[in-house]
């Protein structure tokens, strides 16, 4: 299976080694047993969609976590979204659920919990923080 876009091109052999290529950067190949999510997000305001595919290597002496994000341009978008499907059906790919807490919006941990590694937060992380959420606000995609 072979998706060829210009300058990108995603191929699937059949002993199922996925070979992401980029001509003009670069190459990551791995076998689709791999990749335990992936994941076709909405488009952005630049138009562009985000496939995503997540890709464990749980054994060896040392165990990593590669994700893979590849800009889809909405002319692009449905035979991402096939090629996706059949990858799913043919290795058994699990889509990524939504976060639950990523759908109920950015928010703020209470001083008292846990999560806190000091508290009370600096003036520059209060600053940040503040400008992080009107930015996510303000965001429409």
Do not use: K, N
Not at 53 to 62: A, I, K
Not at 65 to 85: I, K, S
């Amino acid at each position: 299976m072979r998706l060829d876009w210009p300058e990108f091109e995603l191929d699937c052999d059949a002993s199922g080694y996925l070979t992401f290529t980029w001509r003009r950067f670069g190459r990551v190949r791995t076998h689709a047993r791999h990749c335990t999510h992936l994941r076709l997000l909405p488009q952005g305001s630049d138009g562009l969609s985000r496939w995503v595919f997540q890709l464990r290597f749980p054994e060896g002496p040392t165990p990593g976590l590669l994700v893979v994000g590849v800009d889809v341009p909405a002319d692009r978008q449905e035979e991402a979204e096939q090629y996706g499907d059949l990858l799913r059906r043919r290795y058994g790919i699990p889509e990524q659920a939504p976060d639950a807490e990523e759908e109920a919006g950015l928010q703020r941990v209470p001083l008292d919990t846990d999560e806190w590694m000091a508290a009370p937060a600096s003036t520059a992380s209060e600053e940040l923080f503040a400008a992080v959420t009107a930015r996510v606000d303000g965001d429409t995609g």
